[in-house]
């Protein structure tokens, strides 16, 4: 089955920087690498997507991009605001017929006012 | 106009007690799932329902038991409650089994003393 690797399990930026979020996985199979926003008390939220025909996705200040070579793919956060501050997580679906996604570990992301 | 809402958000109990958690979705979805997160944020599948009928189950003990009673509503019931079940667990939704962007409720923190 699919296996999806997180890093950095916490990541501590100011308000203003960028933050990157980096997931691997292993099988090549894999079509779809969605991303989650989990805040504190609530559930997991899609923020973007992206399918494996795609290099890159752009949503305002996150975008995902995927390197189906490398079998790896990140978040970027632009100009962090502290109501970004959330566990994001990765995931990876799509191989041996599977629609059911492989979450990563999540990343704890502080942002300091 | 809570588009996944589980219930309760909070459970306590002692060990060797049966519980149920309810979670009920209005946007017309025909897949439901339920999650296991632990303690560390690992986002684990447990079932998987499709229109009432059972598509996965991911090797979880026989104490839990999922009912679908309609498309949508998908509940979870736990027999004979162990230490090692308190989490939070999550319900989601899709709008087919194919289709991979999840739903999420926001959780039901179930801690057994």
């Known amino acids: 089955g699919e296996n999806v690797e997180q890093h950095p399990s916490t990541l501590s930026v100011q308000e203003g920087d960028s933050a990157v979020i980096k997931c691997t996985y292993s099988?090549?199979?894999?079509?779809?690498f969605p991303w989650y926003k989990q805040e504190l008390g609530k559930g997991p939220q899609l923020i973007i997507d992206?399918?494996?025909?795609?290099g890159e996705k752009k949503d305002q200040r996150i975008a995902v991009t995927l390197n189906k070579t490398a079998k790896h793919f990140s978040l970027h956060i632009t100009e962090t605001q502290p109501e970004d501050s959330a566990v994001y997580f990765c995931?990876?679906?799509?191989?041996?017929?599977?629609?059911?996604?492989?979450f990563g570990r999540g990343t704890s992301l502080i942002v300091h006012p | 106009d809570t588009a996944v809402s589980q219930t309760p958000k909070y459970l306590v109990t002692q060990m060797g007690n049966d519980k149920s958690i309810k979670c009920e979705q209005n946007?017309?979805?025909?897949?439901m799932y339920w999650y296991k997160q632990d303690s560390k944020k690992f986002l684990k599948i447990m079932f998987s329902?499709?229109?009432?009928?059972?598509?996965i189950n991911e090797t979880v003990p026989n104490r839990f038991s999922p009912k679908s009673p309609d498309k949508a509503h998908l509940n979870l019931h736990i027999n004979s409650l162990e230490l090692g079940d308190s989490a939070v667990y999550f319900c989601?939704?899709?709008?087919?089994?194919?289709?991979?962007?999840?739903?999420f409720g926001s959780g039901t923190q179930l801690s057994v003393l």
């Open positions: 989601a939704s899709s709008p087919t089994p194919t289709n991979e962007k999840l739903f």
């Open positions: 329902y499709n229109n009432k009928e059972l598509i």
């Open positions: 992206i399918r494996s025909n795609v």
């Open positions: 099988d090549s199979a894999s079509n779809y």
């Open positions: 946007l017309g979805h025909d897949t």
């Open positions: 995931a990876g679906s799509g191989g041996g017929g599977s629609y059911i996604p492989t």
